[in-house]
């Protein structure tokens, strides 16, 4: 028989022994500790540390750039003059770069959102013969790499090389299947009931998916709005094979195009990427959370 011994206190209330209570030693506030202090730390090294030389170097002149130091501004700091010097940069080139990056950006997520929420509705609430072979092409998509040389004759044959709208479905084509794997993924946890009450209530396919399936996929709508806009923003190759010519230049064009003409001018090309960096990093920065939500929704159930 184990006899178990409680203390008790003037208002009757229980007390754990002296005994019993474990100091937190060293090793135990290591063991709690020590992977956020690590993730802290190797968060400081890769993203806060690199920014902040790019934001120093990018407020320096053309000589104390060219050092290539982490320090403050020595002879004053000249962030506001080198904005205005590289936005009129060749009659502005970085502003109609912002223009066209951001209507590439747009019309390429839009469109991959709503072609793969289509897609991955269908894939997972219909089981067909074609499934099988629908998913062996989205998974291709995933590992066949573009076929340049063959893409660019296709599109000169279809009128649309040089184009913007080219270049969005040349977009739309290389981030669907990844949007379309989220999409299943997701749909899946959404329970077939709410289906067949649309249903009952008179509701078509269209209206079904607009209006009921739809408004569901929010978490990961955000997620592929934010991912895929990044990555169409950031994109480098296929505007350099696909949309070449200045009136079509995109903002990672502009960077390229820049460094090689200012290479002397440090501080320019950092302000340059200065600039190129912020819009991404306000939307990780705004949409953290519903990023990781969409990403694991579908993770567990499927």
Known sequence: MTITRTLTTADGKARIPRADRRPMTVKRFLRKYLLGVIAIIASIIVFIVPFAFIFLTAAKNSQEASLFEFSLPQQGWMLW???VTVLQTRDFIL???FVNSTI????SVTIMVVLAAMVGYVLQRRKSRWNHLINFFVLAGLIVPPAVVPTIWVMQGLGIFKTMPGMILIEVTFGLSFCILLFRAFVSTIPRELDEAA???????MRLFFQVVLPLLKPVVVTVIVVQAVAVFN??????????GDANATVQLTLYNFSSQNLTEWNLLFMDILLITIPPLILYIFFNRQIVAGMTSGAVKG
Do not use: H, K, M, S
Request: a negative charge.
């Open 81 to 83: 003059e080198n904005l």
């Open 95 to 97: 502003v109609r770069a």
């Open 104 to 107: 590439l950006t747009v019309a």
């Open 199 to 205: 249903t009952i209530d008179g509701a078509g396919p």
């Open 235 to 244: 994109d480098f190759v296929g505007p350099l094979y696909f949309l070449p």
